[in-house]
């Protein structure tokens, strides 16, 4: 009896093994391109043919011109957020340099078919169906960098990560786990772990904008830390990826409610545990559903749980598909929509953000098509990833309904924070053409300045603690 049930176990494995592919790492020769031919982090070099896309500065970009920026304290940027907001964006145009701050062209549906073959379908469909959507592009600009630890981590994952299935890495620690990517769900693996500083307390805040041009924004403080990615905590344990708590602190009818979050590599908890607090019941409880197509919280059914942070949890739904590398007009170097001096009734408009805010560019995206697998389900039946070859950041999704139809657009307006450094979305849009409204997130215009030097210990992060919080209210 145990021989017949080590049999049909090894061959359950075996099977197993056969139907779930492998994907290791590349070969030396390979990874030898990277701090060569290709960046550190695997983005090409060099720039394209007719110089519309620049070959690759990266730190460069800022030494010579304001290195003050690599290095400037949390306390520093925020008493020129209150005090000198002027001087802050100056210093960032400063570095930047004139030329890149006035629009090359405007995109609009008049002329769109000129410039379709770098437009998503999704940006092709706003452009048709809202006469005030534009999309103005400006000079390219390549400063996306990280830390040296980070770019050392990353070239030898490249040779040793390794992807069984879509969810199941082995092999990598605190670099991007493929920077010669050879599967889709590679791709978005490198966004999911990219660097973005140790930890934060973040000032976030979500609206809902109407057809009508109404806004209901929700204010949120997030304290997160970054497990894979963290430079001061060493090695990586193989399980968290990151920790998140938040607390809402408007509208009176949702303040004090509390959220703690943990993603993870658990597939049976769809990538991510939490927990919630509601002063209404004064109870914590286990959220049961946090992952997929489940409505985020506050969120009025705009976003879905696996649409925060424009992609994360588990991959297991959908079948991933690496169509390669183009050349695609795509948010980015948003300094503008993030200026103290604007408030959030000049940047959230009817229909989509002020075009007169946003800034495209031209830069070379890694695509990915993600559909969804027979016999699952998702509101989604495929979407289209656009992520940016420098860091590894999505900057639009095209979001497909059962039909096939364009349902939702996401754009990511990235932003490279030297001082950290990373790049990262702020703020985040998800923008539905069937309802005509929209969902903005990580708007911080009106608030303090994110705090990256902000420290946490692990404890902060559990229902014992959460529990605490919430006596204390």
Known sequence: ???????????????????????????????????????????????????????????????????????????????????????????????????????????????????????????????????????????????????????????????????????????????????????????????????????????????????????????????VKFKYANLKEQPWDGKIYTMYMSESVAPASKAGQIVLAQETSDLATGGRTAYIYSPGTARVTRAPDVGYDNPALNTDNEQYNDQIDVFNGALDRYNWKLIGKKEMYIPYNSLQINSPKLKYKDILKPFHVNPDYARFELHRVWVVEATLKAGLRHNFAKRTFYLDEDSWSIAVVDDYDIRGQIWKVQEAHLISLPFIPTTTGIPELIYDLQSNRYFATTLTNEDPVSDFEAKYDDKFFTPDNLKRKAKNK
């Open 1 to 223: 009896m145990l021989k017949k049930t080590q049999c049909s176990l090894a061959l359950a494995s075996l099977m197993w093994a056969i139907a779930t592919p492998i994907h290791a790492g590349v070969s030396a020769a390979e990874a030898a391109k990277l701090g060569t031919t290709l960046t550190a982090v695997g983005a090409e070099a060099a720039g394209n043919k007719d110089g519309s896309i620049p070959a690759y500065e990266g730190r460069k970009f800022y030494d010579g011109k304001d290195p003050e920026l690599l290095t400037i304290s949390h306390a520093k940027l925020e008493d020129y957020r209150k005090n000198k907001p002027d001087e802050l964006e100056s210093r960032f145009k400063k570095a930047t340099g004139p030329e890149y701050q006035n629009p090359l062209f405007e995109i609009t549906k008049a002329n769109m078919a000129q410039y379709a073959a770098k437009l998503t379908d999704g940006h092709k469909a706003m452009l048709n169906k809202y006469p005030s959507f534009k999309i103005k592009v400006y000079k390219s600009v390549r400063p996306a960098f990280f830390p040296p630890e980070i770019e050392a981590a990353t070239k030898a994952n490249a040779t040793s990560a390794s992807l069984t299935g879509t969810d199941d890495l082995k092999g990598a620690t605190l670099g991007f786990p493929f920077p010669i990517p050879k599967t889709g769900a590679e791709v978005i693996w490198n966004h999911k772990l990219k660097f973005r500083g140790t930890s934060v307390k973040r000032y976030n805040n979500q609206a809902i904008v109407k057809p009508d041009g109404s806004i209901s924004i929700t204010k949120l403080v997030e304290d």
